[in-house]
């Protein structure tokens, strides 16, 4: 199920290049620059974490909020579309039914 939860999200949610991203590079650079060779790995490695992370953490959103549109389909089916037309059907035919009460005269009135 999940190498489909990944399908879908690639589907549906495909990535974009944003500046956020562009910016995390540049600093990621400048910083790897400064650093020694051991650090690089080090920052290399906690960046690849901190990546994969950030995949599980988007891909289980993505199947949280397809499970929720599911389970709401399937509500929805049960209890059949919500339909306009249908509703004013209903609500004329009991405006229809309901007994009619002849008006009131007041004394006075013409």
Same mark, same amino acid.
């Given at each position: 199920?999940?190498?489909?939860?990944?399908?879908?999200?690639?589907?549906?949610? %495909?990535?974009?290049?944003?500046? =956020?991203?562009?910016? *995390?590079?540049?600093? =990621?650079? &400048? /910083?790897?620059?400064?650093?020694?060779?051991?650090?690089?790995? &080090?920052?290399? =490695?906690?960046?690849?974490?901190?990546?994969?992370? /950030?995949?599980?953490? *988007?891909?289980?959103?993505?199947?949280?909020?397809?499970? /929720?549109?599911?389970?709401?389909?399937?509500? &929805?089916? /049960?209890?059949? &579309?919500?339909?306009?037309?249908?509703?004013?059907?209903?609500?004329?035919?009991?405006?229809?039914?309901? %007994?009619?009460?002849? %008006?009131?005269?007041?004394?006075?009135?013409?």
């Amino acid at each position: 199920m999940n190498d489909y939860m990944k399908a879908l999200k690639r589907q549906f949610c %495909p990535e974009e290049e944003s500046r =956020h991203k562009s910016e *995390t590079e540049r600093l =990621h650079y &400048l /910083l790897s620059q400064r650093l020694s060779r051991r650090n690089r790995r &080090l920052l290399l =490695h906690l960046v690849d974490e901190q990546g994969m992370l /950030l995949e599980e953490e *988007t891909l289980a959103a993505f199947a949280a909020g397809f499970k /929720l549109a599911v389970g709401l389909a399937k509500e &929805l089916s /049960l209890e059949g &579309l919500y339909s306009f037309d249908s509703e004013e059907e209903r609500w004329a035919a009991a405006a229809c039914a309901a %007994p009619k009460t002849a %008006p009131h005269k007041t004394k006075g009135a013409i």
